[in-house]
């Protein structure tokens, strides 16, 4: 692929360079590619996001880089703090008050994957300061995933919504650790203090950023329509205010717009109208975001000793997540076949996992490669099966408002609203 491209280089000089033109035909390809898979496979779109960018990454593709820098790594953040910020904003604190069993059951999932996880990989042989890194990394589910399955799917109900806020605040425990973890690696430290004064920095940093994005928010909500473009327009640029500044100043612009968007939540219950309102930007920053996921994730170092490694991890993180909810869920409300498809439901892994890998990477030049050549494929991996799995959690469960089945030539099946 790299030959075609350095022909092609030789005879076509777009005025906005040649990465713009591949980036569009890669991005073209994915649109169409994801509408095929929804159309006659019944699979989300970002299944079709994903072959595209792991078959471009696999070819040699040269438009994104590992580790991640420049502004591919401000592109992955700013989509991952879209997500992210919408994901906050579906969460009502006061519903912990009411159910804290909730609570229970997100703690039990993270800590145990994070504890199972690492338990493996050492019975496995994979040094400590490798092992608990992947870990970390394996906490996080993906919401960005697991919105997509559920707009595609058109889903609604109690195990969505416990999935959405069980794979959220997992994010936010795996953000907050492994930002702190990633600035202790290769360096000795001795003491607890040595350990809690980077989490506090980290998330301390990130609720001022995060606070300072939900008042203004709310702010402008006084003034303006939430339903106006004008505020959709506002919305993504205060975030991507916030994804520049929070990471200069030392904390997690992911994490902050988590925590704006459970803050602005918090301040201004009236639900949004949040697909339509952060519209065609938006999901043009997600497709380009779950691509260039796959695209860099598949230009690991694929050889047979990483493949154990990658199916034992991923199988002990399922296992973990389903075991985690179903401990927790006496008394959350929920059934227990209800919590079995919830822990089914955070099996994806995707650009959130890509960013804390990353800090790793980019922390350690000793362990990181390590770390991603085990992570990288298992973030591929579970980006599409795990999209799979999450839609047959949702159907089984009841909660899709939309059939799943192929579309029969000339049908008109799956073929309406475009999300």
């Not at 879209?82 to 059951?105: C, Y």
Request: with cysteine; glycine share 10%; aromatic share 6%.
């Amino acid at each position: 692929m790299n030959e075609i491209m350095a022909i092609w280089a030789q005879w076509l000089k777009p005025s906005a360079g040649l990465p713009t033109v591949q980036w569009s035909i890669l991005l073209a390809l994915a649109a169409a590619a994801g509408h095929l898979v929804q159309r006659y496979l019944g699979l989300p779109k970002v299944l079709g996001y994903s072959v595209v960018g792991a078959f471009a990454g696999l070819a040699g593709f040269t438009g994104a880089v590992w580790p991640l820098e420049g502004i591919g790594l401000f592109l992955v953040e700013l989509g991952v703090a879209v997500v992210l910020f919408e994901a906050g904003g579906r969460i009502p604190l006061r519903w912990f008050r009411h159910n804290p069993m909730v609570l229970v059951q997100s703690l039990l999932e993270s800590f145990g994957t994070l504890a199972l996880v690492f338990w493996v990989l050492r019975l496995l042989d994979v040094p400590q300061a490798v092992a608990e890194p992947l870990a970390l990394v394996t906490m996080a589910a993906s919401p960005a995933v697991l919105m997509r399955v559920v707009m595609d799917t058109r889903a609604s109900g109690p195990m969505t919504e416990r999935a959405m806020v069980l794979s959220t605040l997992s994010t936010l425990y795996a953000l907050t650790l492994v930002s702190a973890q990633a600035g202790l690696m290769d360096r000795p430290h001795i003491g607890m203090m040595d350990t809690l004064y980077p989490i506090a920095v980290v998330l301390g940093l990130s609720v001022v950023v995060g606070g300072i994005l939900a008042l203004a928010l709310r702010s402008a909500l006084r003034v303006m329509s939430p339903n106006s473009e004008n505020t959709s327009i506002l919305l993504l640029a205060l975030i991507a205010v916030g994804t520049a500044l929070a990471a200069h100043f030392g904390g997690s612009a992911p994490l902050a717009a988590l925590l704006g968007g459970m803050l602005l939540k918090h301040l201004n219950p009236r639900p949004w109208a949040w697909p339509r309102q952060l519209g065609t930007a938006s999901s043009l920053l997600t497709m380009l975001m779950f691509v260039l996921v796959s695209v860099v994730a598949a230009q690991a170092d694929w050889n047979k000793s990483v493949v154990t490694l990658v199916l034992a991890l991923v199988a002990a993180r399922a296992l973990a997540k389903i075991l985690g909810v179903a401990f927790g869920n006496a008394g959350s409300g929920a059934s227990w076949k209800q919590a079995l498809w919830v822990g089914c439901a955070m099996s994806p892994m995707s650009s959130i996992a890509l960013l804390l890998v990353s800090q790793f990477v980019a922390a350690s030049p000793a362990q990181g490669p390590m770390i991603a050549g085990i992570a990288l494929p298992a973030i591929l991996l579970m980006e599409m099966l795990g999209a799979v799995i999450a839609t047959i959690a949702i159907h089984r469960a009841g909660e899709s408002s939309k059939p799943w089945a192929p579309v029969l030539l000339g049908s008109t099946l799956g073929d309406g609203h475009e999300s």
